[in-house]
């Protein structure tokens, strides 16, 4: 058996031919890993489970029912708008925590076609020991009232979270890059608004996904 899980969670926001050319990217990537996927609509690959809300609650929710699901020490968590290289799902924590991965480049859906690099840990980009998770979702659950500002920030990144994480986060570095979409079905207010703003390092062109314009044109 592998020993790590990809749990992907979506509620089918992104377009269909994107959604298409995203699985069969993440199957390639995955090593044969196995995979979990949390929808609002049924999918027909990986095990599929239904989700029928859409919030920063129930995201982790999902996730932790996906990691609750997973037999492998490992998780990863995958994110319908991002691509990874199969580097990414090779590595393996050489400890109890969660690990992000950030060679992390983004790509907007307006405006002018480049990348610009983002290392800055990111839900997607993680790779964890499942116990962790598990137990830091759980403690976050749990304490939900007495979070002044809600249940916010990527597992261990956060110093207000620490307390119920337990672990601080780690990063690591692939020598291939991720890419994620900024969009306007994203759930940040942000990019629904257009006003994500791009970070200085940028690029037209990157290892493996090629030039920003041809890769855009994927995401319709």
Known sequence: MKDLTIIMCTPNLVPEKWAEFHKEKLLEASGGCPIITISRKPLDWGKNLIQTEYGVVNLFEQKLRGAKLAKTPYIAIADDDTLYPEQHFQFR??????????????LFTWGRSYYFHKPRCGGGLMIATRNAIIKAIENRLQNLDKMRHGLHGELGDKRVMLKYDLIKAETFYTKAPVVSFYHQKSMDKLNQRRRKYPWPVRAYDIPIWGKAKNLRRKFV
């Open 93 to 106: 924590p050489n400890k109890e925590g969660f690990f992000y991965n950030l060679n992390r480049w983004h």
